[in-house]
């Protein structure tokens, strides 16, 4: 079946970094684009960045326009968040999900898989 598993979550100060990996199996994973998605406590599930199946196109959400970086190694099957100059409100779960229609949606309805999730904690 179809796998995503993020994993490089932890908790870091402000200013810091983390990257994040979302290692997928059970499907062609070259074929899909890929999104991020955050979901803070008490809060609903945001849009981070996405990328499409040959990193031609790629989006990010104004709040981490220019922090965060979004990539994709099609031969390992792995998508990345490199996440730069974090902020205390950057902190949530953050998840990695799969589009089959390619399109690197910020909508959240485009994407058929979800991984299970990562908490990332941003301390002041």
């Known amino acids: 079946q179809v796998q995503l598993v993020e994993s490089g979550g932890g908790l870091v100060q402000a200013g810091g970094s983390l990257r994040l990996s979302c290692a997928a199996s059970?499907?062609?994973?070259?074929?899909?684009?890929v999104g991020w998605f955050r979901q803070a406590p008490g809060k609903e599930r945001e849009f981070v960045a996405a990328i499409t199946w040959s990193g031609g196109k790629i989006d990010y959400a104004d709040s981490v326009m220019g922090r965060f970086t979004i990539a994709r190694d099609n031969a390992k099957n792995t998508a990345y968040l490199q996440m730069n100059s974090l902020k205390p409100e950057d902190t949530a779960v953050y998840y990695c999900a799969a589009d089959p229609q390619g399109y690197a949606s910020s909508w959240s309805g485009e994407y058929d898989y979800w991984g299970q999730g990562t908490q990332v904690t941003v301390s002041s």
């Open positions: 059970g499907l062609t994973f070259s074929m899909y684009a």
